[in-house]
């Protein structure tokens, strides 16, 4: 299990790298049969259902989805929310709310700056964290160029402070928690998030354990069903998921 000794102090353009690209060495989800539409109860969408997973992920859609979407995903890389922009709306208003997809999503933290934004897309619980990720992830540009104002001195004193206010600091910094504020998350309540360590254990041993089980090296990764498969992009995505029944 990793503990907070993962977060020591690290060099500031360590966290400022792209992510790399995810390993493309299995096919994946093979062409099957359409899937039928499955409808929502009455006066529901089913983007609307959202529950925490046994994976320590978030999902959105009907619990019994004949087609499970999972994406490993980093709100620090780039490829991640190139593929948010292109994907979430279509992949909410045309797979997930037929009933014939779920999409999950694991964040996979790669660096302090990706797990301080993790901890506070959570913040509010299951409900928001679809929006609140989607715009983590569109404020990747200011974030990063807070990171570099900080400087190398300030960032290393951050992470040598303790676990429960180590993520504070980061978040202030950063301008997160304005920013998470201006979202619906007050600034008592993201700094009661950010000062719970457990929180932190749960995404960073998450993460070691998906990269042990999927053998992940780059984000975003995608499952359909269980099984890795290839493509970074919506278009790749979508594809497969049209494969799987989704059509």
Not at 35 to 40: D, G, I, S
Not at 54 to 68: F, S, W
Not at 141 to 159: H, P, V, W
Request: charged residues 25%; contains cysteine; proline residues 4%.
């Amino acid at each position: 299990m990793r503990t907070l000794n993962y977060i020591a102090p690290l060099a500031l353009a360590l966290a400022l790298t792209a992510c790399g690209d995810a390993t493309e060495s299995e096919s994946g989800a093979t062409s099957s049969e359409a899937v039928n539409a499955l409808e929502a109860p009455e006066g529901q969408k089913w983007s609307e259902t959202v529950s925490k997973t046994d994976a320590g992920g978030i999902v959105m859609g009907n619990p019994d989805a004949p087609i499970k979407l999972v994406e490993y995903m980093s709100i620090t890389c780039s490829h991640c929310r190139d593929f948010g922009e292109q994907a979430f709306a279509p992949l909410r208003d045309t797979y997930v709310d037929s009933g014939r997809v779920s999409f999950e999503i694991r964040n996979f933290v790669r660096d302090p700056l990706d797990l301080t934004a993790a901890i506070l897309s959570r913040c509010g619980g299951e409900a928001p964290f679809f929006p609140l990720t989607e715009q983590a992830l569109s404020n990747q540009g200011t974030m990063f160029e807070k990171a570099q104002g900080m400087g190398e001195a300030t960032y290393s004193d951050i992470l040598k402070s303790a676990p429960d206010s180590r993520f504070v600091r980061l978040a202030e910094q950063l301008g997160l928690i304005s920013f998470f504020q201006q979202r619906g998350i007050s600034e008592d309540q993201a700094k009661t998030c950010l000062a719970n360590t457990e929180t932190a254990e749960e995404l960073m041993n998450g993460t070691q354990k998906a990269a042990e089980e999927y053998n992940i090296e780059g984000t975003p990764t995608f499952l359909i069903n269980g099984q890795k498969v290839e493509g970074t992009t919506w278009a790749m995505i979508e594809t497969k998921l049209k494969e799987a029944g989704a059509r």
